[in-house]
């Protein structure tokens, strides 16, 4: 009995030793996943994500999935380009003891199915201050728009279509002219009386260079500023080496290889600010009171995050990193405000993107104001739970004085009680 009870004492003390300890399985993707990207914890997807999703495609990016049915999964164009840049090793990394023991630590600690929202507000089905009116129409398929820009100068709304196709809408709505494109326009920016677009090369995933920069003249004409582009998807304009003369950063999204960049106005040269695909979008600010305009930037694409670039003067900047998201929170879009009206710039992320080898509900989806300290440093103050969230935008909308939200969500889930593909919220 007394032995018995020794033996007892002893296994109770080391499972306690050893649960407070991590797996040969955490210890393993915390070395070979975080080496990558943020080391994503289990819960963050459900098994079967975790299993039939993410796994499979990790395993090929370390050279232990099965290349040929890789081969049947994504064009054989992707396949090429991906090899080339090292994505998929033709040796292994990591030995197939080890990526198993990574595999069994992820489906073994993952929840059965999602985690549910936090609790949330109930939503008013009250319209506000919006309207609704729908433009039809029915000889094109669904999914054809690629951008919508009002035009605040001639009170107009820009659409750019998958059809190649830039369709300019009157106050009443009415198609007023139609511009050909060679390729779809994903962003359009008007400023100082010109009109710049970008079109996007192909739609489709891929790291080809076939985007550029447009710039439209009075006679409705394009003209090309800068090619060569990776499916760019943002622009802004800015006198960035205050030489007087507007210069433009561009978001090259691409897939696997994508940049951020700002091209001189003067001279047209391309200056490379960072080296990564999921560049999403920019804001520019005077973040640190010089008079520089420096460069936020959201990143997607497993890298996620913000990202600060700091203008150092004449063309030079120092990249200061600000926030890191886990790899699939699905970073789609960021607004920079003035919230709290303290003079001072915060950050309104949205994420929602569901269209990876995540496809499944996430609790983490929605809106996130994070506060800034006043030395550059983001805090999370608020955040509401909406699955799919897509984009954000921060107005005066019922004009008291501060900002309110208008939010609008792609990949909105039907399973929900009331309708979240647009949410108004009130300040």
Request: aromatic share 12%; proline share 5%; glycine share 6%.
């Amino acid at each position: 009995m007394r032995y018995l009870y020794f033996s007892l004492v002893y296994f109770l003390i080391f499972t306690s030793c050893q649960s407070g300890t991590e797996s040969e399985g955490e210890a393993l993707a915390k070395k070979n996943c975080a080496s990558c990207h943020k080391f994503p914890d289990p819960s963050l997807l459900d098994k079967k994500t975790w299993k039939e999703g993410v796994l499979p495609e990790m395993a090929y990016r370390l050279g232990v999935g099965n290349r040929f049915e890789l081969l049947t999964k994504i064009p054989e164009e992707q396949y090429e380009s991906a090899i080339n840049l090292g994505i998929y090793p033709e040796t292994p990394e990591i030995s197939q003891k080890d990526w198993e023991a990574i595999v069994a630590y992820y489906v073994e600690n993952a929840p059965e199915k999602p985690l549910p929202q936090a609790k949330k507000v109930t939503i008013s089905t009250e319209t506000l201050h919006f309207s609704s009116r729908e433009i039809i129409y029915p000889e094109e398929p669904t999914g054809v728009v690629t951008s919508v820009t009002f035009n605040p100068k001639l009170k107009e709304v820009w659409i750019g279509k998958r059809n190649q196709k830039l369709e300019i809408l009157d106050a009443q709505l009415k198609i007023k002219k139609t511009i050909s494109t060679e390729r779809p326009i994903v962003h359009a920016n008007f400023h100082n009386n010109k009109s710049y677009f970008l079109s996007i090369g192909r739609m489709s995933p891929n790291d080809q260079k076939l985007g550029s920069l447009l710039i439209l003249n009075p006679k409705n004409v394009l003209s090309l500023a800068a090619d060569s582009l990776k499916r760019p998807v943002d622009l802004q304009i800015s006198d960035i080496d205050q030489d007087g003369i507007d210069d433009f950063v561009i978001c090259e999204y691409g897939f696997e290889a994508g940049e951020l960049i700002w091209v001189n106005g003067r001279t047209k040269k391309k200056n490379i600010l960072k080296i990564q695909a999921g560049t999403r979008n920019v804001s520019i600010k005077d973040m640190t009171g010089d008079g520089l305009p420096d460069i936020l930037v959201l990143t997607a694409q497993s890298r996620e995050g913000v990202s600060l670039f700091i203008n150092k003067g004449e063309g030079e900047f120092m990249e200061k990193p600000i926030l890191l998201f886990d790899s699939v929170y699905g970073c789609s879009f960021m607004e920079v405000v003035d919230f709290n009206q303290d003079g001072k710039y915060d950050i309104i992320i949205t994420n929602g993107d569901n269209a990876d080898y995540s496809k499944t509900l996430k609790n983490y989806h929605g809106v996130h104001i994070f506060l800034n300290d006043g030395r550059n440093n983001f805090k999370e103050k608020y955040f509401y739970p909406v699955y799919g969230a897509t984009k954000t935008i921060a107005r005066d909308f019922d004009l008291d004085g501060d900002l309110d939200l208008a939010m609008i969500a792609f990949y909105a889930e039907p399973i929900m009680p009331k309708n979240e593909s647009f949410l108004y919220f009130q300040n």
